[in-house]
């Protein structure tokens, strides 16, 4: 099938890009890398009488790392973030999960500003944002605004982004030396959303866990933060951390959709069990480090 009719609109600056959307109205929708805007046009299972094509504003490109932070610009391709070696070593939960959305043909066209702005509670990024405490930047004809990951999202496919503004960046905190990531996920093929998963974060100091953030996707209506899980977790000496126990304890307060990938019970006894894995890569590769 095809999209229905529409205006096409490719603005060369972020501002000229906001105009648009405050001229256009609610008629109108960002387009960023396409690959979940697109399918749905053509399906018949949205429609917009114009897009905004925001592809092709230099700004938007960008990847600035500075020692505390990398901000990732909206329209940078997923499979740039794959193959960037600078930002991998900054953020490494980030570069661990991208190899993990959808194919390589997918990759080659997503974006990050475009998953974040989607806001799928099975996605990769989103969870990612949410577990690193990233702050996404955005602007709107009020000017330049930004929303921490814990407010950001609001529902499946619902964010705190008004009609007019548009996603400009993510940025990723840099987490302190001693410090391991991991992601782990369960889905019916390699490729597909997956049923359930967790991104891992911990900083391991002389033995003992300083630090810790897991985050939970497909298990809500927006990735989750596992907060009742990394209190007990801080302070914790490694080889004393109870990988099961605290997978369980994760998950045990949430209740997840039932649909047709799988049942409520299931979501909960995968996303316990990638919990668990996900803490013991990162501290096998803490006692590595």
Not at 83 to 99: G, K, N, S
């Amino acid at each position: 099938m095809k999209p229905a009719p529409f205006d096409y609109y490719a603005p060369a600056t972020v501002e000229e890009a906001v105009q648009h959307l405050a001229d256009l109205g609610d008629g109108a929708k960002v387009l960023a890398g396409g690959q979940s805007l697109v399918p749905m046009l053509n399906l018949r299972l949205t429609r917009f009488a114009a897009l905004v094509d925001i592809g092709r504003v230099p700004e938007l490109r960008e990847v600035r790392l500075d020692g505390q932070a990398a901000t990732v610009g909206a329209t940078v391709a997923q499979c740039e973030v794959e193959r960037d070696a600078a930002l991998a070593a900054a953020v490494p939960l980030l570069a661990r999960a991208t190899p993990l959305i959808g194919h390589f043909q997918i990759r080659s066209r997503g974006t990050v500003g475009g998953s974040i702005a989607h806001a799928d509670p099975a996605g990769e990024y989103p969870v990612v944002a949410l577990t690193l405490d990233a702050d996404i930047e955005v602007a709107g004809p009020n000017g330049r605004r930004t929303i921490p990951a814990a407010d950001f999202f609001v529902g499946t496919w619902m964010t705190q982004l008004a009609a007019d503004e548009i996603v400009t960046g993510v940025r990723f905190p840099v987490w302190d030396r001693g410090s391991t990531f991991a992601i782990e996920e369960v889905a019916r093929r390699h490729g597909d959303f997956a049923i359930a998963g967790a991104a891992v974060g911990v900083t391991v100091v002389e033995g003992h866990v300083t630090r810790a953030a897991i985050g939970l996707f497909g298990m809500g209506h927006t990735p989750v933060r596992a907060s009742v899980a990394e209190g007990p977790l801080v302070g914790t000496p490694v080889e004393k951390v109870d990988t099961v126990e605290l997978g369980e304890l994760a998950v045990e307060d949430l209740r997840p959709p039932d649909d047709l990938h799988a049942s409520s019970a299931l979501r909960r006894r995968v996303g316990a069990a990638m919990v668990c894995r996900a803490l013991e890569r990162t501290l096998e590769e803490a006692g590595r480090g």
